[in-house]
Structures are given as C-alpha cells and as structure tokens.
C-alpha cells in the first residue's frame, strides 16, 4: 500500500506516492529534478478526513536538514522570483503599449501661446519708465 502525499517545499508543491506517511520531525531525501538530491525535515503533518467517506488528503511541510539544500531552495526561489517579476515588468510594459495614447498635436496650442504672448506684450505698459533708459 502506498499513500498519495502533497510536499510543500519553500520552493515549490510535489504531489507523490510514498510507502508511509513520515511524521513531524523525520527527515527525507528527494532527489529534485531542478536542483538534484535534497534532505529535508518535516515540520509538519496535515491529515484532512472527510465525514462522507471521500478521499482525504495529506500534507507535508518540509524544510531543508542542510545548508546545502537550503542554499540551493533559496537560488532556485531567487530565480522563481526574479522570473516572475520579469514577466510582470513586460507585462505591465506591453499594457502601457498597447494603452498609449496617439500624440497630441500641439501646434494650435503653441500658435495660440504665441498669439497671446505678442498681445500680452503689444499691451502691456512699462511702470516705471525710468528703467527703460
């Protein structure tokens, strides 16, 4: 017999089939596909059973039992990360793209600005004529 267990690792969520469920404080090893073989501590163990006679589920927890796969998790999450933020930048950047309005032609503006320069100076009267000497 072998159950179905959910890990939770910091750097990602496995679903396997294991021989028996470990218990909170054993320690596995995986041998992880993205950053090849792992030890891990299990910090914790969730059953969920169902009243109606359904399947129920179980949890895992894990975090790493060396530093070497400690430090091996965190570069792979680094990386997850720094991913998904790049996405997100090109996202948020095709948006303002596609989002962007057509340029304003703002010659009437200025011809209008120009206009109301010259008459604002054509009228305008020096108070202290003194200063103009």
Do not use: C
């Not at 990602?12 to 073989?37: C, H, L, Q, S």
């Not at 894990?62 to 965190?74: C, G, H, I, Q, Y």
């Not at 990360?81 to 790049?86: A, I």
């Amino acid at each position: 017999m072998s159950y179905e267990i959910n890990l939770h690792f910091p750097h990602v969520d496995w679903t396997v089939r294991m021989p028996a469920v470990p218990r909170k404080g054993d320690k596995v090893e995986f041998a992880d596909p993205d950053i090849g073989d792992t030890s891990w501590y299990v910090t914790e163990v969730a059953y969920t059973a169902y009243t109606d006679g359904s399947e129920g589920s179980i949890n895992l927890a894990l975090d790493p039992a060396d530093e070497d796969t400690k430090e091996r998790s965190d570069r792979l999450e680094a990386d997850r990360l720094d991913s998904l933020r790049s996405a997100r930048v090109n996202q948020l950047r095709e948006s303002v793209r596609a989002n962007r309005p057509e340029p304003i032609d703002d010659a009437p503006l200025r011809d209008a600005r120009a206009r109301q320069d010259a008459a604002l100076r054509a009228n305008q009267e020096p108070t202290d004529r003194a200063t103009e000497k």
